[in-house]
């Protein structure tokens, strides 16, 4: 049985940090790509990072040179660092693997505070 387990949200004041962890147990066959999607409330999921199998990745333009996605496949573990958040990160944030199917974590809420 496949689990994504988030970890490291929480409250900060704009301007701080937070990195949220994404581990993953059980067997995945085949990931093509792993990512992290938030839903603000009232609002649309949506895309913050992806990384491939490869190793490429992209970002929201939102989060551009504020967020890094990485992953330690030794460990079956894949992070977002989020430096100087603002108030619109506030959010549920998921993460996600896309493999045959996709699998989804619980989500972890992380609010920023101005």
């Known amino acids: 049985q496949v689990q994504l387990v988030e970890s490291g949200g929480g409250l900060v004041q704009a301007g701080g940090s937070l990195r949220l962890s994404c581990a993953a147990s059980?067997?995945?066959?085949?990931?093509?790509?792993m990512g992290w999607y938030r839903q603000a409330p009232g609002k649309q999921r949506e895309l913050v990072a992806r990384i491939t199998a490869g190793g490429s990745t992209n970002y929201a333009d939102s989060v551009k040179d504020r967020f890094t996605i990485s992953r330690d496949t030794a460990k079956n573990t894949m992070y977002l660092q989020m430096n100087s958040l603002k108030p619109e990160d506030t959010a549920v944030y998921y993460c996600?693997?896309?493999?045959?199917?996709?699998?989804w974590g619980q989500g972890t809420q992380v609010t920023v505070s101005s």
């Open positions: 996600t693997v896309d493999a045959i199917k996709q699998y």
């Open positions: 059980g067997y995945i066959l085949s990931i093509n790509a």
